[in-house]
């Protein structure tokens, strides 16, 4: 059954370093999303993406964060400077075209993402 | 930002039971429903989703029952197993919000006991 895959699992880093988290969405997918979850928190949206370009960003995806889709099959979510709230799980999310009455985004395993 | 909550954050029952897991939410634009299933150190795991046209979707031993009037959803699942036992959230979005992000719940921790 087609995944979406995310790699690294776990990045370690030092605050104020540039990280890339990565992932490759399901392939005849065209709707991409990433969404964090702070410790003990609730699953929270921070971008879609269409058609090659950020459809919609929540107030959490500042200038900090980018996404990019460099070719055909990865997705990609910089964070430019870390901070150490940055910590948290990282979920990629993918979605068919299609009727916007079905919206099932299927998740990634998720990079936990700690910031030293 | 509360629009969906799950207010139980744990349920136990015992295997061959019925488990109910409870889900509110208060924007009036949501129209799209969803519950995922999450095992620790993985993602988020699509079980089951119900359109507001409908007010109940049945997928074997998982249903989702809709109430828009009081705006609450329900997740059934009969008979719980032990394979049962992992977090499960609450997610909805809008049509009018055509890029279909989801707002989730907190989630409700469910262990199944033999």
């Known amino acids: 059954e087609p995944e979406v895959t995310q790699t690294p699992s776990h990045q370690v880093t030092q605050m104020g370093q540039e990280v890339i988290l990565r992932c490759v969405p399901i392939?005849?997918?065209?709707?991409f999303y990433w969404y964090r979850q702070i410790l003990g928190q609730k699953v929270e949206f921070l971008v879609s993406f269409y058609n090659n370009e950020i459809s919609e960003k929540s107030e959490i995806f500042d200038d900090q964060f980018s996404v990019e889709r460099p070719d055909g099959s990865n997705f990609t979510l910089k964070i430019r400077s870390t901070k150490l709230e940055d910590s948290a799980m990282y979920f990629c999310?993918?979605?068919?075209?299609?009727?916007?009455?079905?919206?099932?985004?299927?998740f990634g395993a998720g990079t936990r993402l700690s910031v030293l | 930002d509360q629009q969906v909550k799950q207010n139980s954050p744990s349920l136990s029952v015992q295997e061959g039971r019925i488990s109910i897991l409870n889900c509110d939410y208060t924007?009036?634009?949501?129209?799209?429903f969803l519950w995922y299933k999450k095992y620790p150190a993985e993602g988020p795991t699509f079980l089951i989703s119900?359109?507001?046209?409908?007010d109940k979707n049945e997928d074997g031993r998982f249903t989702v029952f809709l109430n828009k009037s009081a705006k609450h959803l329900s997740l059934h699942i009969v008979p719980s197993q032990p394979g049962d036992s992992a977090v499960y959230f609450c997610?909805?979005?809008?049509?009018?919000?055509?890029?279909?992000?989801?707002?989730f719940g907190a989630g409700t921790q469910v262990v199944v006991t033999p």
């Open positions: 999310a993918s979605k068919k075209a299609g009727s916007l009455a079905k919206n099932i985004q299927y």
């Open positions: 119900i359109s507001s046209i409908k």
């Open positions: 924007n009036s634009m949501f129209d799209y």
């Open positions: 392939s005849n997918h065209l709707y």
């Open positions: 997610a909805a979005s809008a049509a009018a919000d055509s890029w279909g992000k989801l707002q």
